[in-house]
């Protein structure tokens, strides 16, 4: 997979999930206990074989820097490509409409001339999931195809607002893309992850130089009767986040075995910053049911149906349901938590009393308790 | 190479074999600890703590967990320029070779090794002690007393200190008597087998050493006594703090217990001192409804539906719904299936236990090693099975 480069766009903006992204971004939310969202889409592209990605950064990078160091555990850190910073274009400015906005890789544009590589995946941060590309690569070779868009195929009819709808002919070549919501349940949409060939994007950037500010897609849709673009289908677990309501609950989906053995347990794992923490201790009198722990954890109080991240203590007499916790909260003796999304270096005081509900989950955000 | 002040030499080529089951098919260094450590991170963490970034290890027996473990040393920072962990198995040269003898052998046999570094000082550790030592201290000790040896120590209960390599001080800490596990001790400072040496000094010594038949090529039993009784400068360092030798079944069942009661151990969680490793990497662990943890260590992949108390859980550790695990230590991937009683038990890597078992039955009489129950790695344990407490389980082959 050598001849596959990647382009990794970390500024996804959307709805900054009620600040909990504001000085950090959607990328490097933490996720799952001990993931960022990052990880999911970067551990896809090097399980696949992928060493050479450019990772195109968000307004506040600090964060997603710090995680990714010199993308030592995700195997980049070497002498030919690996992790390629690619600094984002538009400061400040988020859209709920552009996913891979030309004008990033415009800026970058070295990035794209400098490499021999075949092809270049392309893929967003704000993504769960775990997909290996080989087979997606091979398809999009043998087809001799300009542009492989990846596709799932909706399960239930609910959750299309925005979606672009693909439709193919029999051979899984693209003969339409079209952002309207279709009335039809078994449209292909696409997860926005395509591989397109080097040469092909770098003709397309050029092409559509003064209008750079649009998604690359338009200049695809456009051209979709003179490219070769073929669909690939995907249709392991995958799910997308954009509101507080989304990563609430694909939080939790991560309780049921099913998806964790999806997700974490195959024969290609979700890569991580590790940072040596010392496994978790609990105490005489925790209580803890149904409930995703990380290590570094000391626990001595009730917990159920949550997720807890690294390095957080939790006192004896504290109840947390149904709650996300991120790192290195601090959960004093005697607080009730319910459904409540904790924001990191928290710590909630004795006592406190914080509640949400299932469709409006309560964000804490850093240190404000 | 780079010259290097100090370099560590490592001896991690004992079997361990009074470990019975858990060092069959692997070096005790490699054995796991609480948890998410093996026993060799502690002295590879304390190089890194120490600045000290050339380390030897001296393998021989079943190498290959460790060797693949230890890598390039850069799960612990070790991958240093002009430094780095450098593994040193038994070499064939160009008149011949042959199997380390002993620890000191096994030193002598790599004097080329540390000749390229041209180091000042060698620190000679072991790879089977749990510790957290800032070996730069001793060092400083070591210096400031213009030593040519200085040995680690510490104050053992008087009637233990006849396990120990145990010494005799004047009033300047200075060594005048050595005596290795002697029958009557004449003192309770205990050597740890932590030794700073000059390295010309500790090179003439081991020379003179390998030609002596009579000698055993042990640092304890000949090279520390020999060059006390020579008059040399040697000094005792006294170590403040939690060191323990797990060199028996029950000294690691209870250095691994220990680490539940930071009081009586160390602190895990004490950041200033970390101890690294190489861990798989693994989604954080899952407990059940049904699930129930008491005073215990659980690591990341563990998947709890039944009940833990005062026990140890390693890394991917599975207990099904309806057990009972009890004072037990679970290494890495072990699986505990439904309704199966696991008490007072070591259970050996990937080693399964199906349902509805009993291990660790009340013992018969004149059980032995304390009761405690040791199942080896990869050993299957059918449906049904009761093992009383006390045995050593081996597998099958």
Same mark, same amino acid.
């Given at each position: 997979?050598?001849?596959?480069?990647?382009?990794?766009?970390?500024?996804?903006?959307?709805?900054?999930?009620?600040?909990?992204?504001?000085?950090?971004?959607?990328?490097?939310?933490?996720?799952?206990?001990?993931?960022?969202?990052? *990880?999911?889409?970067?551990?896809? !592209?090097?399980?696949?074989?992928?060493?050479?990605?450019?990772?195109?950064?968000?307004?506040?990078?600090?964060?997603?820097?710090?995680?990714?160091?010199?993308?030592?555990?995700?195997?980049? *850190? &070497?002498?030919?490509?690996?992790?390629?910073?690619?600094?984002?274009?538009?400061?400040?400015?988020?859209?709920?409409?552009?996913?891979? &906005? !030309?004008?990033?890789?415009?800026?970058?544009?070295?990035?794209?001339?400098?490499?021999?590589?075949?092809?270049?995946?392309?893929?967003?941060?704000?993504?769960?999931?775990?997909?290996?590309?080989?087979?997606?690569?091979?398809?999009?070779?043998?087809?001799?195809?300009?542009?492989?868009?990846?596709?799932?195929?909706?399960?239930?009819?609910?959750?299309?607002?925005?979606?672009?709808?693909?439709?193919?002919?029999?051979?899984?070549?693209?003969?339409?893309?079209?952002?309207?919501?279709?009335?039809?349940?078994?449209?292909?949409?696409?997860?926005?992850?395509?591989?397109?060939?080097?040469?092909?994007?770098?003709?397309?950037?050029?092409?559509?130089?003064?209008?750079?500010?649009?998604?690359?897609?338009?200049?695809?849709?456009?051209?979709?009767?003179?490219?070769?673009?073929?669909?690939?289908?995907?249709?392991?677990?995958?799910?997308?986040?954009?509101?507080?309501? *989304?990563?609430?609950?694909?939080?939790?989906?991560?309780?049921?075995?099913?998806?964790?053995?999806?997700?974490?347990?195959?024969?290609?794992?979700?890569?991580?910053?590790?940072?040596?923490?010392?496994?978790?201790?609990?105490?005489?009198?925790?209580?803890?049911?149904?409930?995703?722990?990380?290590?570094?954890? &000391?626990?001595?109080?009730?917990?159920?149906?949550?997720?807890?991240?690294?390095?957080?203590?939790?006192?004896?007499?504290?109840?947390?349901?149904?709650?996300?916790?991120?790192?290195?909260?601090?959960?004093?003796?005697?607080?009730?938590?319910?459904?409540?999304?904790?924001?990191?270096?928290?710590?909630?005081?004795?006592?406190?009393?914080?509640?949400?509900?299932? *469709?409006?989950?309560?964000? !804490?955000?850093?240190?404000?308790? | 190479?780079?010259?290097?002040?100090?370099?560590?030499?490592?001896?991690?080529?004992?079997?361990?074999?009074?470990?019975?089951?858990?060092?069959?098919?692997?070096?005790?260094?490699?054995?796991?600890?609480?948890?998410?450590?093996?026993?060799?991170?502690?002295?590879?963490?304390? $190089?890194?703590?120490?600045?000290?970034?050339?380390?030897?290890?001296?393998?021989?027996?079943?190498?290959?967990?460790?060797?693949?473990? =230890?890598?390039?040393?850069?799960?612990?920072?070790?991958?240093?320029?002009?430094?780095?962990?450098?593994?040193?198995?038994?070499?064939?040269?160009?008149?011949?070779?042959?199997?380390?003898?002993?620890?000191?052998?096994?030193?002598?046999?790599?004097?080329?090794?540390?000749?390229?570094?041209?180091?000042?000082?060698?620190?000679?550790?072991?790879?089977?002690?749990?510790?957290?030592?800032?070996?730069?201290?001793?060092?400083?000790?070591?210096?400031?007393?213009?030593?040519?040896?200085?040995?680690?120590?510490?104050?053992?209960?008087?009637?233990?200190?006849?396990?120990?390599?145990?010494?005799? $001080?004047?009033?300047?800490?200075?060594?005048?008597?050595?005596?290795?596990?002697?029958?009557?001790?004449?003192?309770?400072?205990?050597?740890?087998?932590?030794?700073?040496?000059?390295?010309?000094?500790?090179?003439?010594?081991?020379?003179?050493?390998?030609?002596?038949?009579?000698?055993?090529?042990?640092?304890?039993?000949?090279?520390?006594?020999?060059?006390?009784?020579?008059?040399?400068?040697?000094?005792?360092?006294?170590?403040?703090?939690?060191?323990?030798?797990?060199?028996?079944?029950?000294?690691?069942?209870?250095?691994?217990?220990?680490?539940?009661?930071?009081?009586?151990?160390?602190?895990?969680?004490?950041?200033?001192?970390?101890?690294?490793?190489?861990?798989?990497?693994?989604?954080?662990?899952?407990?059940?409804?049904?699930?129930?943890?008491?005073?215990? =260590?659980?690591?990341?992949?563990?998947?709890?539906?039944?009940?833990?108390?005062?026990?140890?859980?390693?890394?991917?550790?599975?207990?099904?719904?309806?057990? $009972?695990?009890?004072?037990?230590?679970?290494?890495?991937?072990?699986?505990?299936?439904?309704?199966?009683?696991?008490?007072?038990?070591?259970?050996?890597?990937?080693?399964?236990?199906?349902?509805? $078992?009993?291990?660790?039955?009340?013992?018969?009489?004149?059980?032995?090693?304390?009761?405690?129950?040791?199942?080896?790695?990869?050993?299957?344990?059918?449906?049904?099975?009761?093992?009383?407490?006390?045995?050593?389980?081996?597998?099958?082959?």
């Amino acid at each position: 997979m050598y001849n596959t480069i990647a382009i990794l766009f970390g500024n996804s903006g959307f709805d900054s999930l009620q600040g909990l992204t504001l000085e950090g971004s959607i990328a490097s939310t933490s996720f799952g206990g001990r993931y960022r969202l990052l *990880d999911f889409a970067l551990s896809s !592209m090097v399980n696949s074989g992928i060493r050479t990605v450019g990772l195109v950064t968000p307004r506040y990078y600090r964060s997603i820097l710090d995680h990714l160091g010199g993308g030592k555990e995700w195997f980049l *850190d &070497r002498k030919a490509g690996g992790l390629a910073i690619l600094p984002g274009a538009i400061h400040g400015l988020t859209s709920h409409k552009i996913n891979f &906005r !030309m004008r990033d890789i415009e800026m970058n544009i070295d990035y794209l001339h400098k490499n021999y590589a075949e092809n270049v995946l392309i893929s967003r941060c704000n993504q769960v999931f775990n997909f290996n590309y080989a087979d997606a690569l091979e398809f999009h070779n043998k087809k001799k195809a300009d542009i492989t868009l990846i596709f799932k195929i909706p399960e239930k009819p609910t959750d299309r607002h925005g979606r672009i709808h693909l439709f193919l002919d029999e051979a899984q070549r693209v003969n339409e893309i079209k952002k309207e919501d279709s009335e039809e349940l078994k449209v292909p949409y696409f997860i926005n992850q395509l591989i397109i060939r080097r040469k092909v994007l770098s003709d397309i950037i050029h092409g559509y130089k003064s209008l750079e500010t649009v998604d690359l897609i338009q200049p695809i849709a456009e051209n979709i009767q003179a490219l070769k673009v073929y669909g690939y289908p995907f249709s392991g677990y995958l799910q997308t986040i954009h509101t507080v309501q *989304d990563y609430f609950e694909r939080n939790m989906d991560l309780l049921d075995h099913e998806i964790r053995e999806k997700l974490f347990w195959g024969s290609d794992r979700i890569h991580t910053k590790v940072r040596d923490n010392p496994p978790t201790k609990y105490g005489f009198e925790a209580r803890v049911r149904n409930s995703l722990i990380s290590s570094g954890c &000391r626990i001595e109080g009730n917990v159920e149906n949550s997720i807890i991240s690294r390095c957080v203590l939790i006192e004896p007499g504290a109840q947390i349901r149904n709650s996300i916790i991120m790192q290195r909260c601090t959960i004093r003796a005697g607080t009730i938590l319910e459904y409540v999304v904790m924001d990191k270096l928290t710590e909630v005081k004795a006592g406190n009393v914080l509640k949400g509900n299932r *469709d409006n989950p309560l964000v !804490m955000k850093k240190t404000a308790v | 190479m780079h010259k290097q002040k100090c370099i560590a030499m490592l001896l991690a080529g004992g079997q361990g074999s009074r470990l019975g089951p858990l060092t069959r098919n692997i070096a005790k260094p490699a054995v796991s600890f609480s948890g998410k450590y093996r026993i060799i991170d502690f002295s590879l963490s304390n $190089c890194a703590n120490s600045d000290i970034n050339t380390v030897g290890v001296l393998t021989q027996y079943k190498p290959f967990l460790l060797n693949s473990y =230890i890598a390039q040393g850069s799960a612990w920072d070790l991958d240093a320029p002009g430094g780095g962990v450098h593994i040193l198995p038994p070499y064939v040269g160009e008149n011949e070779g042959s199997w380390y003898k002993g620890t000191a052998d096994a030193v002598s046999q790599n004097i080329e090794f540390v000749d390229s570094y041209n180091p000042a000082y060698v620190l000679i550790i072991s790879g089977d002690h749990i510790y957290k030592m800032n070996y730069n201290k001793m060092l400083e000790f070591h210096k400031q007393k213009r030593a040519e040896i200085t040995v680690s120590t510490l104050t053992v209960p008087w009637e233990e200190a006849s396990r120990f390599g145990v010494m005799t $001080c004047d009033d300047n800490a200075k060594i005048i008597r050595f005596a290795e596990k002697p029958a009557v001790p004449e003192s309770n400072l205990a050597s740890m087998g932590v030794y700073i040496f000059n390295w010309p000094m500790l090179k003439q010594a081991l020379l003179e050493d390998s030609k002596d038949p009579q000698s055993d090529h042990d640092f304890g039993k000949n090279i520390l006594p020999r060059q006390v009784k020579q008059g040399k400068r040697v000094f005792a360092y006294n170590f403040q703090g939690y060191w323990k030798d797990v060199g028996t079944i029950e000294s690691y069942y209870q250095a691994n217990m220990e680490c539940l009661n930071m009081e009586s151990s160390f602190d895990i969680f004490d950041a200033r001192h970390n101890i690294y490793s190489n861990e798989d990497l693994l989604p954080p662990h899952y407990v059940g409804p049904t699930a129930r943890i008491e005073n215990s =260590i659980v690591c990341n992949g563990c998947n709890v539906l039944g009940e833990v108390t005062n026990s140890i859980l390693a890394q991917g550790v599975f207990v099904g719904e309806g057990v $009972c695990i009890r004072d037990s230590i679970l290494l890495p991937y072990a699986k505990v299936y439904d309704q199966t009683s696991v008490l007072k038990s070591i259970v050996g890597e990937r080693a399964e236990i199906k349902e509805r $078992c009993l291990v660790g039955a009340e013992p018969g009489t004149g059980s032995e090693q304390e009761g405690i129950t040791v199942i080896e790695d990869h050993h299957l344990i059918p449906k049904g099975s009761v093992i009383e407490a006390g045995q050593n389980i081996y597998r099958i082959r």
